[in-house]
């Protein structure tokens, strides 16, 4: 009978064991997915900064306002090293012969 009723016991201290194992470590796994979106919000607050502050600063009104303080100074590219003609940019081709429609 005492054997029966240790037994018994164990069981039921090994159920209970396991349950705060589990328990603790679920807990484990919330606390880590709570830091990171935590750290997600912290990331996503910073990229909207820091793309306001690209959009204010590379705002063209700002541009010629700090052109025309003298606060930025136009600079011609430095001639490359390379003796070879530079070539047009793309964007700014033009047929050679006009087209009538």
Do not use: C, W
């Given at each position: ?49 820091l793309r306001l502050k690209t959009q204010q600063l590379g705002a063209p009104a700002r ?26 940019p793309l964007l700014f081709w033009q047929r050679s ?5």
């Open positions: 009978m005492f054997f029966r009723f240790g037994s018994a016991i164990f069981l039921v201290v090994l159920a209970s064991a396991a349950g705060i194992a589990l328990e603790k470590r679920n807990l484990e796994l919330r606390r880590e997915v709570s830091h990171q979106r935590y750290q997600l919000d912290v990331l996503t607050d910073r990229h909207a900064k541009m010629l306002d700090s052109l025309e303080k003298g606060e930025l100074q136009i600079r011609r590219p430095e001639k490359s090293v390379e003796s070879q003609p530079r070539r047009v012969t006009p087209t009538t429609r």
